[in-house]
């Protein structure tokens, strides 16, 4: 019988261990690999106080089209549908929005077109002078409020800071337009999914928490013959264009190698030099609510009084929850349960936060990639072509993106 080819996969988060059953089921022999003592990554849950809940708001998309390919009735995950709103002070009115997640004014949009750019090329500044001069300016200012300096960000960092589409909500029917006629003002403009005609889509989430989820993925891969190794850092090493491995003291040379973790230590061991690795030194909040929440939903935040970029309401175990992601170490936790407090009132829930089950957890959140960056992981992306390695698609932020790509990648 024809040897297997090997397939070692550096980071067992979603989309190492994704890609691992998709591999083992092309008849790979797989081997994980991951620095922590379990799987999860970026998802794993928060656990304090005898409690759990979600680090932030990760929802899995049952669309995706690896979705359909995982055992989710075995890993516990529930459907529902995917339910949002929005909190903008930003432009020096409060609009308070539900079914869309994006900054939203009262301003009118007056674009020049230039549709031959490629918006997925442009760095942040570029992207963000199609918008109103006033505009443009409020965001400026919103992102210094973080010390922030946007000319040095690439347009990649426009997703994670969940500043990707504006939505000028004065100006419906134009923007719909706009969108229709030009590919570049549609990944620059927000609508709600109703105001283009489109229905409702759904997420998922696991039941009982991530790490529960990760702890059932972990047996999948066993029973599919993946070998995993937890707490074990590999080391890179490059034989010209071949991506060798030393894994406790041994070099191995497999046939294709994922790396789905930072890419900084590879992209250092080319030659290349360190990257920045901009990131955003952050304190979470976690509660309890007095009551299950009656639907899972996520308020996008954009203030220039609270440092908060999103709350999100979820049932967990059986218990309404609330993650309050925010964007700065020093924050002022009574000040943000009393914001927290007018949005539940503003939604209209009639949820109280439950007392003593405040708990709060310092982050470093690499949601922002600088344009040095995106250029250097770009040039290693090229270079390193042809290659045993397949890159991990980090320039993306979303996961069915990173996924897809790792999955097209095995065929
Ligand atoms: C706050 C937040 C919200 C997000 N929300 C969404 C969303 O709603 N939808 C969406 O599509 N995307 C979202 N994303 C992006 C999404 O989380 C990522 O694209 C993706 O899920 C990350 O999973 P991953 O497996 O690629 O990486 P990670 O979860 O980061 O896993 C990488 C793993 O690699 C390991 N590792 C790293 N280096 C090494 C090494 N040298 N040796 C061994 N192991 C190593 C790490 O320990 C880690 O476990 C969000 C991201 C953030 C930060």
Redesign the pocket.
Same mark, same amino acid.
């Given at each position: 019988m024809k040897n297997k080819k090997t397939l070692v996969i550096? @980071? /067992? #988060? +979603?989309? @190492?261990c994704v890609a691992a059953l998709f591999a083992a089921k092309k008849n790979y022999d797989v081997h994980l +690999? $991951?620095?922590?003592t379990k799987l999860? /990554? +970026?998802?794993k849950d928060v656990a304090q106080k005898d409690d759990i809940y979600f680090r932030?708001?990760?929802?899995i998309?049952p669309e995706a089209s690896w979705y359909k390919e995982i055992p989710f009735k075995e890993l516990d995950l529930q459907e529902f549908s995917h339910e949002k709103g929005t909190y903008t002070d930003i432009f020096d009115e409060i609009s308070l929005e539900r079914n869309i997640a994006g900054p939203s004014t009262s301003e009118k949009f007056s674009p020049e077109i230039r549709t031959s750019d490629k918006i997925h090329d442009l760095n942040f500044v570029d992207r963000i002078e199609f918008y109103p001069k006033k505009i443009q300016n409020k965001i400026r200012k919103w992102f210094m409020s973080f010390n922030i300096d946007i000319n040095k960000l690439s347009g990649k960092s426009a997703t994670?800071f969940a500043v990707g589409r504006i939505f000028f909500r004065g100006d419906i029917k134009k923007i719909k337009l706009l969108k229709e006629k030009s590919k570049t003002l549609d990944d620059l403009l927000g609508l709600k999914r109703d105001e283009m005609n489109l229905g409702n889509i759904n997420a998922s989430l696991p039941n009982n928490g991530f790490d529960e989820f990760f702890l059932k993925f972990n047996s999948i891969l066993l029973q599919n013959k993946v070998k995993i190794s937890l707490g *074990?850092?590999?080391k890179p090493i490059w034989d010209h264009k071949t991506l060798k491995l030393l894994v406790k003291g041994k070099e191995i040379k497999p046939d294709k190698i994922i790396w *789905? #973790?930072?890419p900084t /230590?590879l992209i250092k061991s080319f030659g290349y030099p360190l990257l920045e690795s901009l990131h955003i030194k952050s304190k979470d909040i976690f509660f309890e609510l007095n009551d299950k929440v009656k639907e899972n939903i996520y308020i996008q935040i954009y203030s220039s009084k609270h440092p908060i970029s999103r709350i999100f309401f979820y049932n967990l175990k059986n218990k309404g929850k609330v993650t309050i992601?925010t964007l700065a170490s020093e924050i002022n936790n009574d000040e943000i349960i009393e914001f927290t407090k007018k949005i539940i009132k503003s939604f209209n829930y009639t949820y109280k936060v439950k007392e003593n089950t405040l708990i709060s957890n310092n982050q470093k959140?690499?949601?922002l990639i600088s344009k040095k960056d995106d250029e250097l992981i770009r040039k290693f992306i090229q270079e390193t072509e042809g290659s045993n390695l397949i890159h #991990?698609n980090w320039l993306e932020? #979303?996961? $069915?993106q990173?996924i897809d790509f790792l999955i097209r990648n095995l065929n």
């Amino acid at each position: 019988m024809k040897n297997k080819k090997t397939l070692v996969i550096i @980071g /067992g #988060g +979603i989309s @190492g261990c994704v890609a691992a059953l998709f591999a083992a089921k092309k008849n790979y022999d797989v081997h994980l +690999i $991951d620095k922590e003592t379990k799987l999860g /990554g +970026i998802l794993k849950d928060v656990a304090q106080k005898d409690d759990i809940y979600f680090r932030a708001c990760q929802y899995i998309n049952p669309e995706a089209s690896w979705y359909k390919e995982i055992p989710f009735k075995e890993l516990d995950l529930q459907e529902f549908s995917h339910e949002k709103g929005t909190y903008t002070d930003i432009f020096d009115e409060i609009s308070l929005e539900r079914n869309i997640a994006g900054p939203s004014t009262s301003e009118k949009f007056s674009p020049e077109i230039r549709t031959s750019d490629k918006i997925h090329d442009l760095n942040f500044v570029d992207r963000i002078e199609f918008y109103p001069k006033k505009i443009q300016n409020k965001i400026r200012k919103w992102f210094m409020s973080f010390n922030i300096d946007i000319n040095k960000l690439s347009g990649k960092s426009a997703t994670p800071f969940a500043v990707g589409r504006i939505f000028f909500r004065g100006d419906i029917k134009k923007i719909k337009l706009l969108k229709e006629k030009s590919k570049t003002l549609d990944d620059l403009l927000g609508l709600k999914r109703d105001e283009m005609n489109l229905g409702n889509i759904n997420a998922s989430l696991p039941n009982n928490g991530f790490d529960e989820f990760f702890l059932k993925f972990n047996s999948i891969l066993l029973q599919n013959k993946v070998k995993i190794s937890l707490g *074990t850092i590999a080391k890179p090493i490059w034989d010209h264009k071949t991506l060798k491995l030393l894994v406790k003291g041994k070099e191995i040379k497999p046939d294709k190698i994922i790396w *789905t #973790g930072n890419p900084t /230590g590879l992209i250092k061991s080319f030659g290349y030099p360190l990257l920045e690795s901009l990131h955003i030194k952050s304190k979470d909040i976690f509660f309890e609510l007095n009551d299950k929440v009656k639907e899972n939903i996520y308020i996008q935040i954009y203030s220039s009084k609270h440092p908060i970029s999103r709350i999100f309401f979820y049932n967990l175990k059986n218990k309404g929850k609330v993650t309050i992601e925010t964007l700065a170490s020093e924050i002022n936790n009574d000040e943000i349960i009393e914001f927290t407090k007018k949005i539940i009132k503003s939604f209209n829930y009639t949820y109280k936060v439950k007392e003593n089950t405040l708990i709060s957890n310092n982050q470093k959140k690499y949601i922002l990639i600088s344009k040095k960056d995106d250029e250097l992981i770009r040039k290693f992306i090229q270079e390193t072509e042809g290659s045993n390695l397949i890159h #991990g698609n980090w320039l993306e932020h #979303g996961r $069915d993106q990173k996924i897809d790509f790792l999955i097209r990648n095995l065929n």
